[in-house]
């Protein structure tokens, strides 16, 4: 049942018996079930939570594949007009607080998620989106693109 669920979230049969077994784990460490009933609810949405950490994993990865594709494809036009725009880049980000510079750095250089940043910053998944968000809004404007 955890196998079938897991591979209709995730579309990956591989995944799907990965993060199965990552849920017997978790269940191992847990050991704290009230009934049967708990733990059916508790395994199941195990999976559910899993799943989708997979699933924005894999998102992020090909939206990495893409960005490696586009600095490729940039790198190979005028080496001028690149040095211009990633000068251009840097003194924005420069310019952010400190708060919103360090959140996007982790999120989109070092590609962390915003769980990860969360917890090795100390603070709220929220407070790590608001900042992102508010970070966006700032370079859009610094670099000319609005927001």
Known sequence: MLIRWANRLTGDPEAARDIVQKVALAMWEYRRFQDEEHFKKWSIQKVRWFSIDYVRTRKRERNLIARDAD?????????QERDQAISELREAIAFLPERQRNVAVRYYVQDQSVREIAR???IEEATVRSLLRHARSA????LGGGG
């Not at 600095?71 to 080496?79: W, Y």
């Not at 370079?139 to 610094?142: D, E, I, S």
């Open 120 to 122: 090795d910053l100390d």
């Open 71 to 79: 600095v490729n494809g940039l790198t190979e036009g005028p080496t």
């Open 139 to 142: 370079l859009a404007r610094r």
